[in-house]
């Protein structure tokens, strides 16, 4: 069997013959179930120790060789009923724990409704591996029953496709091939070659599909046998490190998108440069914070003094970065992600722009007080714009000895507690309810964009699928960030969702589980005004009959949340005012859906 790793736009589809394994005591008698072991036991050898699947025949001895080595020790199964919910899953799995999580789907429209998951992985550059159960040759382009083109469906998103012929029970035991046929699958998805993201393993089964597996033929894989480095690993083959002084150019801002990474503060810090870090940045904290980035980068005095740039992460929550970076007096650096494409909007509107792209940022030299006299006008003028925010009660007067003041601040309390929610309140709430030992997911709603212009700087930990920023797959990727984060020692984290109601009916086959699996502590919060605030803000709605945005934008919805939610096995509250919210979000339900009628 030869085989070679790509990382090319357009996807190898190259075939393999799949060697006879017997990879244990003894086999089971069945090629596909001897082979679908090997090949699971050298996916964790690699790094790749979870394993997603849904139910499906031609997928069957994987999924229950994955059962039976879970059992032994040496990987984790998730079950999700359908392959939408099973590839988002999978993408929460690889984004928190750092390694891809393996999913195992059956022939057919399966492997099609993977496609959502993959498209966001690739563009986020998150791994993943994709195991797609597949005819054998003699049965494809015949008018086969659940038998399509495999190999490559996923077109240029995935980079890495190899053709598994089926395995058959001859010839002798190959299980080095095996070996480096997952090592090298891992090493592409995990970004060694190039960008990570998914790759694909299209495995053909003859009959008999599996076999019965005893616990004797299953031996486990020792931990020190599995290589997490190898899963992890990130390689930036190519890209310089960029070494700036902050002398080059004091009128310099630090852009941190989705994903930055905490060396965006740092930077910012060494540079003496205001740090523009949007809400799932992983960056939102530090001194040099500035909440109200929009507002600043559209005055002249502020914005207009921009000369220097550096971009980390993938910014997509704003329209006035792109419009800083297509500036032709502003340099810009950007420090590659993981994501697809780079991200260089200058290129748009001026195809000969000169964006450096970098591995990463050495900060030389020291700050002046020129650098911490710009900086600081930017932050004290974003705290400024901010305000108090919405100020409680006055605490003085409910200790004070005069009664009437007293009486006041009761009244007061009250009042607050009886207000009704609109979204500033309700991302406000979530934000201040979520500590680092928590995750929040953020859908692509208008929730995020409020929170990312209001919420203050907190050093938790955020994500949102802005790979494309769809809304589809919001909660099945926070239940698989959930998975993993509680398999950590000690772990007692909660993991919030802030989504809208469009995105929260877009993902309900999320919210089915089978039987047998385990639940995990999450919450859903879902801010419902009845339909997609977000499309009110396009340009199109002045011009437009508001009947006609209403119906095929807005696209107002009246779901009964709270039976749709109890039906499945979830727990409801409504929180219709401040104090319900503020009792939701500290309910120890494992699995709660909160719902919040939104007030604008």
């Given at each position: 069997m030869t085989s070679s790793a790509t990382n090319d736009a357009t996807a190898t589809n190259e075939t393999t013959t799949a060697?006879?394994?017997?990879?244990?005591?003894?086999?089971?008698?069945?090629?596909?179930?001897?082979?679908?072991?090997?090949?699971?036991?050298?996916?964790?050898?690699?790094?790749?120790?979870?394993?997603?699947?849904?139910?499906?025949?031609?997928?069957?001895?994987?999924?229950?060789?994955?059962?039976?080595?879970?059992?032994?020790?040496?990987?984790?199964?998730?079950?999700?009923?359908?392959?939408?919910?099973?590839?988002?899953?999978?993408?929460?799995?690889?984004?928190?724990?750092?390694?891809?999580?393996?999913?195992?789907?059956?022939?057919?429209?399966?492997v099609a409704n993977l496609?959502?998951?993959?498209?966001?992985?690739?563009?986020?550059?998150?791994?993943?591996?994709?195991?797609?159960?597949?005819?054998?040759?003699?049965?494809?382009?015949?008018?086969?029953?659940?038998?399509?083109?495999?190999?490559?469906?996923?077109?240029?998103?995935?980079?890495?496709?190899?053709?598994?012929?089926?395995?058959?029970?001859?010839?002798?035991?190959?299980?080095?091939?095996?070996?480096?046929?997952?090592?090298?699958?891992?090493?592409?998805?995990?970004?060694?070659?190039?960008?990570?993201?998914?790759?694909?393993?299209?495995?053909?089964?003859?009959?008999?599909?599996?076999?019965?597996?005893?616990?004797?033929?299953?031996?486990?894989?020792?931990?020190?046998?599995?290589?997490?480095?190898?899963?992890?690993?990130?390689?930036?083959?190519?890209?310089?490190?960029?070494?700036?002084?902050?002398?080059?150019?004091?009128?310099t801002v630090v852009i941190a998108g989705h994903d930055a990474g905490e060396d965006a503060e740092r930077i910012a810090w060494e540079l003496g440069a205001p740090l523009l870090a949007e809400v799932s940045s992983g960056a939102r904290f530090g001194r040099n914070l500035v909440v109200t980035y929009r507002e600043l980068l559209r005055d002249p005095g502020f914005g207009g003094a921009v000369r220097r740039a550096v971009v980390l992460g993938h910014p997509t929550l704003s329209r006035e970065v792109p419009a800083l970076l297509q500036r032709a007096d502003v340099e810009t650096v950007v420090v590659r992600g993981p994501g697809a494409d780079p991200f260089d909007p200058a290129r748009a509107s001026r195809p000969d722009a000169a964006t450096s792209f970098v591995s990463d940022v050495r900060v030389t030299g020291r700050t002046t007080p020129a650098h911490r006299a710009w900086v600081g006008r930017w932050v004290a003028t974003s705290r400024a714009l901010l305000g108090d925010g919405d100020a409680g009660p006055d605490l003085d007067a409910k200790r004070s000895g005069d009664r009437a003041e007293r009486n006041r601040y009761l009244r007061d309390e009250v009042a607050l507690r009886r207000r009704p929610v609109d979204r500033t309140m309700l991302v406000e709430a979530v934000w201040g309810a979520t500590w680092p030992h928590d995750r929040l997911v953020l859908g692509a709603s208008q929730l995020i964009r409020v929170a990312d212009a209001h919420v203050p700087g907190k050093k938790i930990r955020v994500h949102a699928n802005r790979g494309l920023a769809g809304i589809d797959g919001t909660v099945s990727t926070a239940l698989g960030i959930a998975a993993a984060l509680e398999r950590t020692p000690d772990s007692v984290g909660t993991t919030r969702v802030l989504v809208g109601d469009l995105t929260f009916l877009h993902d309900l086959g999320a919210f089915v589980t089978g039987t047998e699996e385990p639940t995990h502590r999450v919450q859903v919060v879902v801010g419902n005004d009845g339909g997609g605030a977000i499309f009110r803000g396009l340009e199109v709605a002045a011009t437009t009959p508001e009947q006609d945005m209403r119906r095929v934008m807005t696209t107002p919805q009246h779901v009964d949340v709270e039976r749709v939610v109890t039906g499945l096995g979830w727990a409801y509250r409504r929180a219709a005012t401040w104090g319900d919210l503020e009792g939701a979000l500290t309910d120890p339900a494992q699995r709660l859906v909160v719902e919040v009628p939104l007030t604008d």
């Open positions: 060697p006879p394994i017997a990879d244990g005591p003894a086999g089971s008698g069945s090629p596909a179930t001897d082979f679908a072991l090997a090949l699971l036991r050298e996916l964790a050898r690699a790094g790749v120790t979870d394993v997603v699947v849904s139910p499906g025949s031609r997928s069957q001895a994987l999924a229950l060789a994955a059962v039976a080595l879970g059992r032994a020790g040496g990987t984790t199964v998730h079950v999700r009923l359908d392959e939408r919910t099973a590839g988002f899953f999978a993408l929460g799995l690889a984004v928190e724990s750092g390694r891809p999580a393996a999913v195992v789907t059956t022939s057919g429209t399966a496609h959502p998951a993959v498209l966001e992985a690739h563009h986020s550059g998150v791994p993943m591996v994709v195991l797609s159960a597949d005819r054998p040759d003699e049965l494809r382009g015949i008018g086969s029953n659940q038998t399509t083109v495999q190999p490559g469906l996923f077109g240029p998103a995935v980079s890495f496709v190899r053709d598994v012929q089926a395995p058959t029970a001859h010839g002798g035991t190959d299980v080095d091939a095996v070996r480096s046929l997952a090592r090298e699958a891992v090493a592409v998805a995990s970004g060694h070659t190039g960008q990570p993201g998914p790759v694909q393993l299209n495995v053909a089964f003859r009959e008999p599909l599996s076999a019965g597996l005893r616990p004797e033929d299953v031996p486990a894989v020792p931990e020190d046998e599995v290589d997490t480095e190898h899963a992890r690993r990130r390689v930036h083959a190519g890209l310089p490190v960029a070494e700036l002084a902050p002398d080059d150019q004091p009128a």
